[in-house]
Nanobody
Framework: QVQLVESGGGSVQAGGSLRLSCEVS?????VGWFRQAPGKEREGVAR????????DYAASVKGRFTISQDYGKKTLYLQMNDLKPEDTAIYYC?????????????????WGQGTQVTVSS
């Protein structure tokens, strides 16, 4: 059974930075970060293929956000720089279905509880 636990959310002013962490237990082929703002659909932000470290990002965060994993691969991170008010959302990490590693929530079977990120202008 895969379990994921996020941490590191908070409030920050525009232009600031936050680093989110996701502790993972169990085998994961791919891990993604998603976010959901009030009244909006869940959006894929970044994903990492666990064995190769290959990454991909949504256009809205490319160049500002970085997904990474520690050497032991138990913890993943989402470094968020130059934050904007439109980045405000609940952020989730999720484990992808084996064989798939895309930024679409429908391919992810296990989800963390989420952590709130609020960016003020």
């Amino acid at each position: 059974q895969v379990q994921l636990v996020e941490s590191g959310g908070g409030s920050v002013q525009a232009g600031g930075s936050l680093r989110l962490s996701c502790e993972v237990s169990g085998y994961t082929y791919c891990v993604g970060w998603f976010r959901q703002a009030p009244g909006k659909e869940r959006e894929g932000v970044a994903r990492i293929l666990r064995n190769s470290g290959n990454t991909d990002y949504a256009a809205s965060v490319k160049g500002r956000f970085t997904i990474s994993q520690d050497y032991g691969k138990k913890t993943l991170y989402l470094q968020m720089n130059d934050l904007k008010p439109e980045d405000t959302a609940i952020y989730y990490c999720a484990a992808g279905r084996p064989g798939y590693c895309v930024l679409s929530a429908m391919f992810y079977d296990y989800w963390g509880q989420g952590t709130q990120v609020t960016v003020s202008s």
